[in-house]
């Protein structure tokens, strides 16, 4: 038994039990309560795992109290503001910063895997007209599997990093073209001679033998909003990613699923549900009233891009974010009226009771989706964009979890609440 433990007593019985507890580097320690059930014969309770440490992890630190929030080591401002999202990806995968040579080659590598099978383009056109990208881009992942399945052998560390340099390098390739095909526009192929982020708006806006115009602000604020997605530790689509691969599921799968997870508004989609909401919300006389039903209990209306699970003090992605916007605002355009009922809501909920008293602050999306919009890059892509930059994360989560000898299969318990047995003797 380790040195600290935590001693829980069963009131009824008078039994106590004691249960490790394990240091992590930073941050809370942790009770292991995996023999739990095996010492007391009950479950645990958690709805929503607001408690739970579900893995041991070497990636990220978050501390939600102070808006920290690191990715090996390194802080988010930093990374963001010092070092590109091809640097920040390759520390994620690799585990140190590059060096210059290592990042030409990751990126060399990167594009040449950048081209997904033209097979895959039967895919694309079985889906209907207006099919939502990130519908698309779930089952083209998923599907990517079918194409790197037969020598798949997962205990080479070697061919590990294959599987994660190949999806974090087509990944771009398919957003781009799942936009292209919901729009009925034809799909532009990578152009090799262009860098990552570059690249992937070129996919986006190109048009075949067209010059396309990209300005180094649009490419570098696109590429700090991939570096500040990278990784955010176990959250809802990572946990997913996670609970799929630990069946041993082809890793393409897993994330595949991560995407899913990602889509919903109270994840990844709330940066299409800010903007959305912003256009609602239309003019800063109508703030107040949107205020008033996001107040309301009776009221399933949510002011988008507030709140965080983790963040409890402000979100720093969403600092950055801000600086980042304010910094742009004449030079890429941003839509003032967005920015004008952005400004209002803001000043309103950060002095609201309501908001104050349930640490409710501005998180990365309430931002992200203004510069995106700036950005022209469409609605129904801001999700997409997400997972663009959180692919190399869900990959090294995936990489870390498999290296762990004593991985389990992920299975909750429940507390079971419906009939007991009625079968008919
Ligand atoms: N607007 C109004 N009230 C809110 C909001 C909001 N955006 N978020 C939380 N609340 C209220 C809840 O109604 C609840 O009030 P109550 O205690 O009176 O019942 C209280 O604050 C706590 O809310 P929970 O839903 O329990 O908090 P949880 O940690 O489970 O949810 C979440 C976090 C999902 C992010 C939530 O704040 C939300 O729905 N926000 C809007 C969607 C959003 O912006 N999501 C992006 C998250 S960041 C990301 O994924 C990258």
Redesign the pocket.
């Known amino acids: 038994m380790p040195n600290k433990t935590l001693t829980v007593t069963d009131n009824r019985t008078g039994k106590s039990f004691d249960f490790p507890i394990l240091e992590p580097t930073i941050g809370p320690d942790v009770v292991d309560i995996s023999e739990f059930y095996k010492n007391t014969g009950m479950f645990t309770f958690d709805r929503?795992f607001t408690s739970t440490a579900s893995c041991r992890s070497r990636i990220t630190y978050i501390d939600g109290g102070e808006g920290k929030l690191m990715y090996r080591g390194y802080d988010i401002s930093y990374l963001a503001t010092q070092k590109s999202f091809l640097d920040t990806a390759y520390l994620l995968l690799h585990k140190e910063l590059p060096t210059k040579e290592q990042l030409d080659s990751f990126s060399l590598e990167l594009k040449k895997r950048s081209f997904v099978h033209e097979s895959m383009k039967k895919l694309f056109d079985a889906f209907p007209d207006n099919a939502h990208p990130m519908a698309i881009l779930s089952s083209a992942v998923a599907a990517l599997s079918t194409f790197y399945f037969d020598h798949l052998d997962l205990d080479s560390p070697e061919e590990v990093m294959e599987m994660a340099h190949r999806i974090v390098a087509k990944i771009p390739t398919i957003a781009a073209f799942s936009y292209r095909y919901s729009n009925g526009l034809p799909v532009i192929y990578p152009d090799l001679s262009k860098g990552f982020t570059e690249n992937f708006l070129y996919m986006l806006r190109g048009y075949p033998h067209h010059h396309v115009e990209l300005s180094p602000i649009e490419v570098q604020a696109l590429d700090t909003i991939f570096t500040l997605h990278a990784d955010?530790e176990q959250?809802a689509s990572t946990t997913a990613v996670r609970v799929v691969a630990s069946t041993h599921a082809h890793p393409y799968a897993a994330i595949s699923a991560g995407i899913g997870a990602l889509w919903g508004?109270?994840?990844?989609g709330?940066n299409e549900?800010v903007i959305r909401q912003l256009e609602l919300i239309d003019n800063v006389d109508n703030v107040e009233k949107y205020i008033a039903k996001?107040?309301d209990?009776n009221d399933p209306f949510?002011?988008?891009?507030?709140?965080?699970?983790v963040y409890k003090n402000f979100d720093p992605r969403a600092t950055i974010l801000k600086k980042l916007r304010d910094r742009l605002s004449d030079e890429l355009n941003i839509n003032s009226q967005y920015v004008e009922v952005a400004n209002k809501i803001e000043q309103i909920a950060l002095n609201d009771e309501y908001f104050v008293s349930?640490n409710?602050y501005p998180?990365?999306?309430f931002y992200s989706g203004l510069i995106l919009d700036a950005l022209k890059i469409p609605k129904e892509m801001f999700a997409v964009i997400f997972v663009i930059g959180r692919t190399p994360g869900w990959i090294a989560q995936w990489i870390e979890l498999k290296e762990q000898p004593d991985m389990k299969i992920a299975r909750p318990r429940q507390l079971y609440l419906g009939p007991n047995d009625r079968t008919p003797q």
């Open positions: 929503g955010h959250n508004r109270a994840h990844g709330a549900s996001a107040k209990p949510r002011l988008m891009g507030f709140g965080h699970r349930r409710l998180n990365i999306d």
